[in-house]
């Protein structure tokens, strides 16, 4: 993958969450305060705004302006929490002009590290990091066992699909999803499945 095809693919991005902007919304509605979908759809209309901008051969370029304008349009907290993901992916992928996929999974795990750090949280606490852990460990053993980018990706989105099934079962316990303790049951989360959304748009696309 090259910075052409990585803007394509945060474009369909964009796109995506534009067009599921009000199941989000609607998602984060019982758990939350009602606007993850229209956090997400104003964060990636100013990534996408700005792209168009951005004149690099640098991968890591394209991801770190990704997160910048995700840290400064995004009020809630997925905002600084995709952002600084965006932001650690940029910086491991710096100076590469095409990105591998063993390169796109050490970006994808420095930016989970980001998440973590940021959120202070980890996983079954029913936030994003519940697609995205399993997503990376499934990319990674898929990887390693057939060496096939279609195979590994279509493991990614497989995982995080689960994993969004799975943050219905559990009690959240960060972010504002946490207020309503044991009334979060029955419920996936919102950052989860936007996630998912987007590793889907990638499979796609790779
Ligand atoms: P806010 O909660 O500020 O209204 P959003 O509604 O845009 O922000 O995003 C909510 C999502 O953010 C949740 O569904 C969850 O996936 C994610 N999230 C919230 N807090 C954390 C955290 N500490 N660590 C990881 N993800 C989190
Ligand atoms: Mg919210």
């Known amino acids: 993958m ?13 796109a995506k969450i534009e067009e599921e902007k009000e ?10 305060d009602s606007d993850h979908g229209i956090n997400m759809a104003r964060g990636f209309a100013m990534v996408s705004q700005k792209l168009d901008a951005v004149n ?15 840290v400064s349009t995004v009020g809630g907290s997925s905002g600084p929490l995709y952002g600084t993901a965006f932001m650690k992916m940029g910086m491991a992928l710096k100076g590469k002009a095409e990105v591998s996929v063993p390169e796109f999974l050490q970006a994808f795990e ?7 750090a940021r959120g202070k949280s980890t996983t079954g606490e029913k936030t994003m990091l519940d697609a995205m852990v399993p997503a990376l460990d ?14 590994t990706f279509a493991a990614g ?9 799975y943050t219905k079962t559990i009690i959240a316990t960060k972010g504002r999803a946490s207020y309503v303790g044991e009334r ?5 989360d919102p950052g989860a499945t ?13």
């Open 184 to 188: 979060s049951i029955g419920h996936q």
């Open 194 to 206: 936007s996630f998912t959304m987007m590793l889907e748009v990638l499979a796609e696309e790779v």
């Open 110 to 116: 420095a930016g989970i590290e980001g998440i973590k």
């Open 2 to 14: 090259n910075t052409v095809k990585i803007v394509e693919v945060l474009k369909k991005i964009a």
């Open 23 to 32: 199941f989000l919304t609607e998602l984060d509605s019982p758990i939350g």
């Open 157 to 165: 989105v497989k995982a995080a699909q689960k994993g969004v099934e």
């Open 56 to 70: 690099t051969e640098d991968t890591g370029d394209i991801l770190r302006n990704t997160g910048m304008a995700l």
């Open 138 to 151: 499934a990319m990674k053993a898929e990887w390693e066992n057939s060496g096939d980018k279609g195979k």
